[in-house]
């Protein structure tokens, strides 16, 4: 079945693009990263690796970096990489290059500002050639690319489109489960960046283990409510991409999002400037979605008031611990 899908071309050479172009090729299949910098393609095709982005790993033997998105046209499906406010536009780039059907799977998490799309329907929109597909779950880029175990999901219309990507990108180390469900796996993706800013703030104000897990829990509620009410299946938001995702960026500050979280709960700011955190691009679109819907999200509404600068830390905290006390579902 993985045959069928040989040659696998990457859009974008950033962290998570070099990453998966590793894992395809450690899948035994032939790939094609392209990236937009023709500096940065020199350097992977001279040196092997990507120092900007992924610092101390080793482009897989088979992965073959190049400027030129049309040297992409024959391969057999693409993964798009880019961030997800840029997805639109190099999906547009792409739209010439792509024969009728080709499978494009999107592998960005968020939501589109100004449209109030998810990233399939974006692709659908920008390159309507293609089989629109979406790859989401836990999974650091730094693992990946160091083939540590991590397990996604992936998702197409066609379960059993879904079926032969996953087959063909799989491997023992990066597991692939498939699924129908594209709208659960990528609302999981979308939500979870905006909620693990909260749990970096929860633990840059140092309010304990308790109240970090407690935020995941009740983050988890909002995804949950905010999903269903947009179609998500609820045994998607509770898999790989919903929960599994919350926890792991909720955890750590190897996260963007946590690390942006935690710079906030510190009083440093937005710090580290210049990373992409897709949280904070996401959570304006995500709490005016849910507003349309009337699907309650304090803990998200509460963190796209401290990014938008119209609460501090303090009074975000105050506000979400003097909500009335309530049933629990
Ligand atoms: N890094 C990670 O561990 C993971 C990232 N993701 C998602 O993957 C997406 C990309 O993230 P990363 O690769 O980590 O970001 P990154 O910041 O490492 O790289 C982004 C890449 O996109 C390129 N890019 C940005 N705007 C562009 C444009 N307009 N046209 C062409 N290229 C453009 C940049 O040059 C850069 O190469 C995000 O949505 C992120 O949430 C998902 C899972 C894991
Ligand atoms: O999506 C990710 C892990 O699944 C990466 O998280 P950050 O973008 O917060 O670093």
């Not at 400027?67 to 992409?72: G, I, K, N, R």
């Not at 109030?116 to 979406?134: E, G, K, R």
């Not at 599994?244 to 999002?257: E, K, M, P």
């Amino acid at each position: 079945m993985s045959a069928r899908f040989a040659s696998i071309g990457v859009v974008g050479a950033g962290a998570w693009g070099t990453a998966l172009a590793n894992a395809s090729a450690r899948a035994g299949r032939e790939v094609l990263l392209w990236g937009r910098d023709a500096a940065l393609v020199e350097t992977l095709r001279r040196t092997r690796a990507n120092p900007a982005h992924l610092p101390g790993v080793a482009l897989a033997p088979g992965v073959e970096p190049t400027a030129d998105l049309a040297a992409l046209a024959g391969a057999d499906a693409i993964l798009l990489v880019v961030p997800a406010q840029a997805s639109r536009a190099v999906a547009a780039a792409l739209a010439p290059h792509l024969a009728a059907g080709t499978p494009v799977v999107t592998c960005a998490k968020g939501i589109e500002r100004g449209t109030s799309l998810f990233m399939t329907q974006v692709l659908a929109q920008a390159c309507p050639a293609a089989l629109p597909a979406i790859l989401s779950g836990p999974s650091f880029a730094a693992d990946v690319a160091a083939g540590l175990p991590t397990a996604v999901t992936l998702a197409a219309r066609e379960i059993e489109v879904a079926g032969a990507l996953a087959a063909a990108l799989g491997s023992a180390s990066f597991r692939l489960y498939h699924s129908r469900d594209v709208r659960g796996v990528e609302i999981g993706g979308a939500a979870k960046n905006v909620l693990a800013i909260a749990a970096g703030i929860v633990g840059g104000r140092r309010l304990g283990a308790s109240a970090g897990a407690a935020l995941i829990a009740r983050g988890f509620a909002e995804l949950m409510r905010f999903g269903k009410a947009f179609g998500a299946q609820a045994e998607t938001l509770t898999g790989l991409s919903g929960l599994g995702d919350l926890i792991l960026t909720c955890s750590t500050a190897q996260s963007r999002n946590y690390a942006l979280g935690l710079s906030l709960g510190q009083d440093e700011g937005l710090h580290p400037p210049g990373r992409l955190a897709e949280g904070a691009l996401t959570a304006g679109v995500l709490v005016a979605m849910a507003d349309g819907r009337g699907v309650d999200m304090p803990i998200a509404r509460a963190v796209e008031a401290v990014l938008a600068g119209r609460s501090d830390i303090e009074q975000a905290i105050g506000s979400l611990l003097a909500r009335p006390q309530k049933a629990e579902a």
